[in-house]
């Protein structure tokens, strides 16, 4: 701390006067220091004590703006150092993003405490200079020699610009100070009207601020304002106007002070600059474009339209860990500036949100041909080769495109819109661009509800089981049911599997839905067996692959069968050909152990996953599912329909010889079940046996079996 202490003393002593001695003035800073380290690790967080500080720097009188401009740089570029050993031990919260936005804000801070300070010193100079003034030409109407001295000395010798005006406007006496300010002479000066002194680009509503002054609407005006020099150079001042009324209140005339504040207005440039803008490119940052998007909605009319172009390299994460950030960042810049050249000419906003992503606002002409224009000609721009160093990068981009009416939408809208789109593009491919779509997005946010919506609907009892008869077709028997979950969705009503099924697999709540589908199929199938003995009716419950790569799945089959009594060899879980597989290519280890359990396995939908054949002698599965296309086609009577029988019975030959059995699925006809039968196929399922029923239909139908059973045998 001393150290930086001392070189901040000797860095201010270099850039202007010191009023106090050496060892003083290092005292004062070392204070100064340790109060901003202990702000740069305070927690919570608070930039207040920098503003203390730059209070601080002026009330010692050090007021030069090179002083204000080392300590700001050297709090970014020394401080930070010398504070970062005491936040990088274990107990340190933080990152280095947020300790660069705690320097930004000290930073910040600092500046304005000083800025601040230094005005409300100006300002009460300004006050007592013009105290003194009034005073002197009081004393002048009583003792006019001793009063026009006192005058003198204090109108001419300010070191502040001093004018005197009429109520209209002419130009009646200034100082030295003045003169020497705008570089004109004092009879130049008279001969002017204060009209002639504003400047073309003054805020809007100053003139009429004056002209309500001299109105006697107020009796005094504070701006800070732009003026011409005679030389054609301009200047910031910090201006003060007071009005001098007559003895009945009449105005009389004004008396403006003016102070140089050039060097401090170029420094609040500098930082709100770096505040709006990248460091990197230069572009504008996503504070600025947001700045300015939310000002055409304020200003826009309902129907004025407004476009977004947001882009996002494709592979730069790549670029970056092969060839270095350095050369990252060269690319960044390369793109930027292309971005920006390429819509130079129509006025278009280009900014970097961060990272490898733009944005162009297109504020006019902003139709959906115009932008999706635009979208082209940014694929085409970014696509050109960039040549950095020694290498040679092709680059290409996403992006998403999105236009509208002001009054059909809002900055958030546009922004997440814009985003969502972006996204698509990514998912599609990359090197594209994708227009908003609000139908696609109403789809997905629909599917985000229903995955919100799905763990609270298991927990409310939502969800329930129809099941479907597996027959055998050499007797008709029942020999299994399939158990097929239904969602009874309090809004949308009943949904089938295939409504939720995969988002549950996409969310992993697929491990909690399947744990209880399967329990719940347990105990329906032990109370079958148990009043049914006879009958051994298998069930067969779907196992998603996210459910088969669970290391638990063993435990969990385990567990249902010992709390429901359920004999192994009565279920059967059913596996597509991609879940069986593991990602080496080899069946996951959970089938022998589910196998040794004693549970049945089999493949569900043969036929339209890998369908490779010679993996089947390496699995312990008991029985194939024929997919439904295959079934389908053996109804019709044309060529296909003859060569998809020709694939069953093939099928159905080659599950014999490995031991296994054979289910048809999906059998609509009579047709299909008789020449499925005469194929040797051991069962099927489908509506032209029953469709997916509750419970109780399953527990009727075996009812009925049973008293059929027991007639033929009476």
Request: proline share 4%; charged share 25%.
């Amino acid at each position: 701390m001393e150290l930086y202490a001392r070189r901040w003393a000797m860095a201010l002593a270099g850039r202007g006067f010191v009023p106090t001695s050496a060892a003083e003035h290092q005292r004062l800073l070392l204070g100064q220091t340790e109060q901003l380290a202990r702000a740069m690790l305070a927690e919570p967080f608070t930039a207040q004590p920098a503003y203390d500080v730059g209070r601080a720097l002026v009330d010692a009188q050090l007021t030069e703006p090179e002083m204000l401009d080392w300590s700001v740089r050297a709090l970014g570029d020394q401080f930070r150092a010398l504070v970062a050993p005491a936040s990088a031990g274990p107990e340190a919260s933080g990152s280095e993003p947020e300790a660069s936005a705690r320097v930004a804000a000290l930073q910040g801070a600092l500046a304005a405490g000083f800025a601040r300070a230094l005005r409300e010193q100006t300002l009460t100079q300004q006050e007592r200079i013009a105290r003194s003034v009034w005073e002197a030409r009081d004393r002048v109407e009583r003792a006019l020699r001793d009063s026009e001295a006192r005058f003198r000395a204090v109108f001419v010798d300010a070191a502040i610009g001093i004018g005197i005006a009429d109520i209209d406007g002419r130009i009646l006496d200034v100082n030295r100070a003045f003169t020497e300010l705008l570089g004109y002479s004092a009879a130049e000066l008279r001969e002017m009207n204060v009209a002639a002194l504003f400047h073309p680009d003054d805020a809007a509503g100053m003139w009429e601020l004056y002209q309500e002054l001299i109105e006697g609407k107020h009796d005094t005006v504070r701006v800070e304002k732009r003026y011409h020099r005679k030389d054609g150079s301009a200047i910031w001042t910090d201006l003060a106007v007071s009005l001098i009324r007559h003895d009945d209140g009449r105005p009389r005339f004004t008396v403006a002070m003016v102070e140089d504040v050039t060097e401090r207005h170029r420094l609040q440039q500098r930082l709100r600059h770096q505040a709006s803008h990248d460091p990197l490119t230069g572009l504008p940052n996503r504070t600025l474009f947001l700045d300015r998007l939310g000002e055409l909605f304020a200003g826009g009319e309902p129907d004025d339209r407004v476009g977004i172009c947001f882009l996002d390299l494709d592979g730069f994460k790549a670029v970056n860990d092969s060839l270095g950030h350095a050369l990252g960042d060269n690319l960044l810049v390369t793109v930027a500036r292309r971005l920006a050249d390429s819509v130079a000419g129509q006025g278009y906003l280009v900014a970097r949100m961060g990272g490898d992503e733009f944005m162009i606002l297109l504020d006019h002409d902003a139709g959906c041909r115009a932008v999706k224009a635009m979208g082209d000609r940014i694929l085409a721009t970014v696509a050109e080769p960039v040549q950095i160093g020694e290498h040679r990068l092709a680059v290409t981009a996403s992006i998403g495109l999105v236009s509208g009416p002001l009054g059909t939408t809002s900055v958030a809208e546009l922004m997440k819109a814009a985003d969502v789109t972006l996204h698509w593009a990514k998912a599609e491919g990359r090197d594209r661009w994708v227009s908003y779509d609000p139908a696609r997005r109403a789809r997905e946010q629909a599917r985000s509800a229903l995955v919100a919506a799905m763990s609270v609907g298991l927990a409310r009892g939502e969800f329930l089981i129809d099941y479907q008869p597996i027959v055998a077709l050499a007797d008709g028997s029942i020999c299994a049911v399939e158990a097929l979950v239904r969602w009874r969705h309090p809004e949308r009503g009943l949904l089938g599997p295939d409504e939720f099924i995969g988002l549950a697999e996409e969310t992993g709540l697929i491990i909690e839905l399947g744990r209880w589908v399967l329990t719940r199929a347990c105990e329906a199938a032990s109370r079958w067996h148990r009043e049914f003995p006879d009958a051994r009716v298998v069930v067969s419950v779907n196992l998603a692959a996210r459910q088969a790569g669970d290391p638990s799945i063993v435990d969990t089959v385990s567990e249902a069968l010992r709390r429901t009594d359920l004999p192994a060899d009565l279920l059967q879980l059913e596996l597509t050909e991609s879940a069986v597989m593991a990602t080496a290519g080899e069946p996951l280890p959970a089938l022998r152990r589910l196998a040794a359990l004693g549970v049945r396995l089999a493949i569900d939908d043969f036929g339209t996953g890998y369908s490779n054949l010679a993996y089947l002698r390496r699995l312990p599965i008991h029985n194939l599912k024929l997919a439904g296309p295959f079934v389908e086609g053996i109804r019709s009577g044309d060529r296909q329909g003859l060569v998809d029988g020709r694939i069953v019975d093939a099928l159905v030959r080659l599950a014999h010889a490995l031991g296994l059995t054979v289910t048809a699925e999906a059998v609509e006809t009579v047709g299909q079940a008789d020449q499925l039968r005469a194929l040797g196929c051991d069962a099927a399922q489908g509506r032209y046996f029953a469709p997916p029923a509750p419970e109780a239909e399953i527990i009727r139908r075996l009812a009925a079996r049973a008293e059929q059973r027991r007639g033929g045998t009476a």
